[in-house]
Nanobody, 127 residues
Framework: VQLQASGGGLVQAGGSLRLSCAAS????????MGWFRQAPGKEREFVAR????????DYGDSVKGRFTISRDTTKNTVYLQMNNLEPEDTAVYYC?????????????????????WGEGTQVTVSS
């Protein structure tokens, strides 16, 4: 299984970026796909998730109203549209996938684990 994240870059505060996570290697029905981020010296933070089959979404408090997660099941890809970016959004963003029954992993991935992780993509927001 591969999760390939892309779309990171450098943007000014107030700008937008769209991250993509291309998934391959298995069928993801029954899975939840999403994003975490980790800034230097900080713990990994939950950003957003989406159920693969139905499309139900959930967001971390710090990104609600600014970020939107979506998926294209025909392309096996999950997207994270990030608007009104702030310098505090600067981090490495990681795509992840976990079985839908393992809900608590999204709140504490270090403790409960995730089934699959992608390599990170750097997002830098300048002030």
């Amino acid at each position: 299984v591969q999760l390939q994240a892309s779309g990171g870059g450098l943007v000014q505060a107030g700008g937008s970026l769209r991250l993509s996570c291309a998934a391959s290697g298995r069928a993801f029905s029954g899975y939840v796909m999403g994003w975490f981020r980790q800034a230097p010296g900080k713990e990994r933070e939950f950003v957003a998730r989406i159920t693969w089959s139905v499309g139900t979404t959930d967001y971390g408090d710090s990104v609600k109203g600014r970020f939107t997660i979506s998926r294209d099941t025909t392309k096996n890809t999950v997207y994270l549209q990030m608007n009104n970016l702030e310098p505090e959004d600067t981090a490495v963003y990681y795509c992840a996938a976990n079985h839908i029954t393992a809900d608590r992993s999204w709140r504490d991935p270090e403790r409960y684990g995730m089934d699959y992780w992608g390599e990170g993509t750097q997002v830098t927001v300048s002030s």
